[in-house]
């Protein structure tokens, strides 16, 4: 059992409300739009693990730390991550090869700034965008996901939000 921090599109931004509803989880994934290479250094202090995928406005100083994709297993469960990735039935179509190469049970994206989860019964796998922890951006509330993988499946999902983007 594996319990996961999901966050995205952070654009620079940390706050002590991240860090408080991250405390706790095994393993934080962050899928793109750090915004600053400080973010991924307050975030690897939060968990024995971190995961995280460079976002299109991410500079250098985290494209040296964070590649473009993240494939990897937790739990039986394989994992896709990537910034820019749509969701189902919109794909980017740099995510569809990815898809398909990869046949991941879980598929994570941000860079929309939308909060989503969706089942693709197509592709046989959950999409997950956690929206934005960030404060910049056309979103109103900041937000972030919580979840447990156990034995291949995603449990507890939780919606978390953060408090207003400007407040």
Not at 26 to 50: C, K, S, Y
Not at 66 to 83: A, K, N
Not at 109 to 135: C, E, F, K, W, Y
Request: one cysteine or more; aromatic letters at 8%; proline letters at 5%.
């Amino acid at each position: 059992m594996t319990r996961i921090g999901l966050l995205s599109d952070t654009h620079g931004y940390f706050d002590e409300r991240i860090a408080h509803h991250l405390r706790g989880c095994d393993e934080i994934w962050h899928a793109g739009d750090f915004g600053d290479a400080r973010v991924v250094d307050e975030l690897l202090g939060l968990a024995p693990h971190f995961r995280g995928v460079y976002g299109n406005i991410d500079g250098t100083d985290v494209r040296r730390t964070q590649p473009l994709v993240q494939d990897f297993e937790v739990e039986g469960l394989r994992v896709l991550i990537t910034h820019i990735g749509g969701y189902p039935g919109h794909y980017a179509p740099a995510a569809r090869p990815l898809l398909d190469a990869t046949r991941p049970g879980l598929f994570v994206t941000g860079h929309s700034h939308i909060l989503r989860v969706m089942p693709d019964p197509r592709r046989q796998l959950l999409h997950l965008n956690p929206g934005a922890a960030g404060r910049h951006g056309f979103h109103l509330v900041r937000t972030l996901l919580r979840f447990t993988i156990e034995a291949g499946k995603v449990i507890d999902l939780q919606a978390v939000e953060l408090g207003k983007r400007a407040g």
